[in-house]
């Protein structure tokens, strides 16, 4: 049947790789992604002795920092660090790295020096461009400092010039010019950050008032910040003071400010000269620094191009240096030893790709099986299809090796478990187009590179959609609900014209009853059974959820009944498997006997009773539930007709017999294991039972052991005397028999949740359709009223049918579906306590 | 559709799609998903049908009619056959 039904063959395989070709051949290995290496280095194993169960091992007792590779894997990540710094380099430079092309091998170990010798330099490179250009930056920024002050000191007057009114500061102030020729005025000019002017004018004020003469003023253009990058404005101050003691002051405030001062000349033409100094300057700076970032985009376009391929490559190196320290070396040192799990029908492959790539090295690499101890993992191949479902089995929990695997049923069970909980025509038909839509663009780049986590769930569950929306198509027709909408597709089977003539309904009768009610009993009502689903009338009817609340509750008892069954069934592949044949008998058949003795003989009553019971006989009715509780309290209620003769016997015979399956359940097979085990031990022959009784020794009784598969494939029994512990396989039994038992009667019930959500959203939809729709259709008779209401309307109850119906309650029932088969379905066959096998692999994982 | 004797149409409609089921699954194209796909479309069909047959079933013998609002009385005295 392929992989999907059970698991494929997984071996135990080793390999002898020599060691001048031991790294291209895992590198080989890596591309193809078939095998999972283990790790036989002996680091972590005990110090002392070889491996109990490898004597061709030698003592690998190496601690875990002294394996072989170590320096290789560190050179690898330092370079890693490096690259990383080339890619923040790139990043703030506001580039991107082109994503690599091609497919790219692990390079030889000689390469990397090389690789390493070009990183560094790249790094040196881009580390000292980048330091000339901040200090050329901090540069040019002092010099359009120091020319704005200059600049704007040209409006400043002199101080000489007393009629010019600009002095606001001291009144004390007197012109120099006056009596006091011989006091010199010194200039201090600078610029400071505009938030502390405010307090630098103060502290000056206060500091030497009267003796100075301040002036602030913004600077007129933005200057660039050198660190920052950010343009910003400065405020340049001219301060003319007089006397030695004020000077000293004022450099020492200004310092204390951390304002940058520049020399001011008194005389106007010096300025000016000093101003176009500057300015030639600057422009000359301004030329270098553009050289500067010219020859930086350079290197960043050289990293730009070099870094991707490499990080990809430096990456691949690093994944076979772990991998080959996880082998040991044989004794000859000649060559590695390497374990690993692959399938076995991957094994010629793995063959060819080693002869090809240790050709070169005269001694050629070899793989063979090896006997294996341990489970193996579990393997099932599947496609972007089955993808999704097996994904919804693995989230409760991976396969044991050789397990059934529940997944190609779950294909299709689950969307239709799922539609018998969302049944509506128009929803699914949503859901439906929907995921049509996410199918077919899902090979388009945009669609796959879409980064929004909530929609990647979604477009990973495309297929899933798919199905589930038509499934609830499907069911919609049968439960007759478009939009909660019944539609007669086919003629109804209730006649009103028939009872209306019958009954004698003229007209004035009907406007005196406001509720009449169509009986069956009378001839030409019911006319038949409709063919397709529920019939149109009962959606018109005031008491349709007496019918269907029934009719839905029947449904989920009959759905939850059958699948439980088939749970059961599966089981029996599983023990046929692994060769445990007096499990069939001790566990399969009393465990159909108690479910189907009593939930079947359930199933049997409802169909009886829906075939045999007339509208003739209604009143007289037999109540299936009555009977099902008397059935195990053995007493009987006079009022309650029997369905068929004989009725009370049939019933007592059913109870005792599933009764008495509960004592073969619980102490059948333990007995069974325990006499198997007392039998006197022949050698050979008797190899796989004891095999299977030594494993029963594991934490899980009931599980399955190795069965005549792993005996083909060379797994003898590990020669130790395992005991068969009495107590331990009873208690085991023991849970598993409660858990059957009670399980069974509480799961029966929980497939009640089937009618439970159905019922929920045949509501919600029903109440959306009457409080949103049918206002906006019933608006006045007017022409053009109801159309332009209707637009609103309509967007509101479109708005609320996909946020409540199709998002709310699909994520509900999902959410139920998926409980009903985890739980209720594969307790009865699944133990899902296996692991994947994941293979080494240098593909991305996404 | 809605008569009464519906044994032998029922019959002859569940020989008829069982003999369409069965011939399409010679047709499934061998490769390597086959047995996923006779697994799919047997377990589909078997879930239809039940689903199907539950819900006419149910239907066979009602015990009790709807009851009616005496405005859809009138409107299906006359608009229903």
Redesign the interface.
Known sequence: ??S??RGEEVALVQFFLPTPAAYTCVSQLGELGLTEFRDVSGAGQAREGTRPDAPWMLNASVSAFQRRFVGDVRRCEELEKTFTFLQEEVRRAGLVLPPPEGRLLAPPPRDLLRIQEETDRLAQELRDVRGNQQSLRAQLHQLQLHSAVLGQGHHLPLAAAPTDGLLERSPLLQPPGGPHRDLRVNFVAGAVKPTKAAALERLLWRACRGFLIASFRETEQQLEDPVTGEPATWMTFLISYWGEQIGQKIRKITDCFHCHVFPFVEQEEGRLGTLQQLQQQSLELQEVLGETERFLSQVLGRVQQLLPPWQVQIRKMKAVYLVLNQCSVSATHKCLIAEGWCASSDLPTLQQVLQGSSSEAGVSAVVHRIPCRDMPPTLIRT?RF?ASFQGIVDAYGVGRYQEVNPA??T???FP?LFA?MFGDVGHGLLMFLFALAMVLAENRPAVKAAQNEIWRTFFSGRYLLLLMGLFSV??GF?YNECFSRATTI????????A??TQSG?S?AF??E????????AVSG???????????P??S?????L??LN??KM??SI??GV?HMTFGVVLGVFNHVHFGQWHRLFLETLPELIFLLGLFGYLVFLV?YK??????AG?AA?PSILIHFINMFLFSRSPTNQPLFPRQEVVQSTLVVLALATVPVLLLGTPLFLRWQHRRPLRPTGRQPEEDKSGILDDSDASVAGWGPDEEKAGCPGNGEEAEFVLSEVLMHQAIHTIEFCLGCISNTASYLRLWALSLAHAQLSEVLWAMVMRVGLRMGRELGVAAVVLVPIFAAFAGLTVAILLVMEGLSAFLHALRLHWVEFQNKFYLGSGYKLSPFTFAEED | MAYNGLTVPLIVTNVFSGSVRFCVLWFIPKGPNRGVTITMLVTCSVCCYLFRLIAILAQLNPLFGPQLKNETIWYLKYHWP
Do not use: E, Q, R
């Open positions: 049947m392929g999907m039904f496609n089955t190609p049923y294909i299709i069970t239709f018998v499907y069911t049968i086919f003629p109804s089977g209730w006649s009103v014209a009872m209306a309904w007209d009907l406007a009853h406001p509720l009449l009610t169509l009986d069956p009502v019911f006319l038949g059974p409709y063919p397709f689903g529920i019939d009338v009962w018109l009817a005031v008491n349709h007496s019918f029934s009719f029947k449904m009959i759905l059958t169909i829906w075939l045999s019971v007339s509208a209604a009715a």
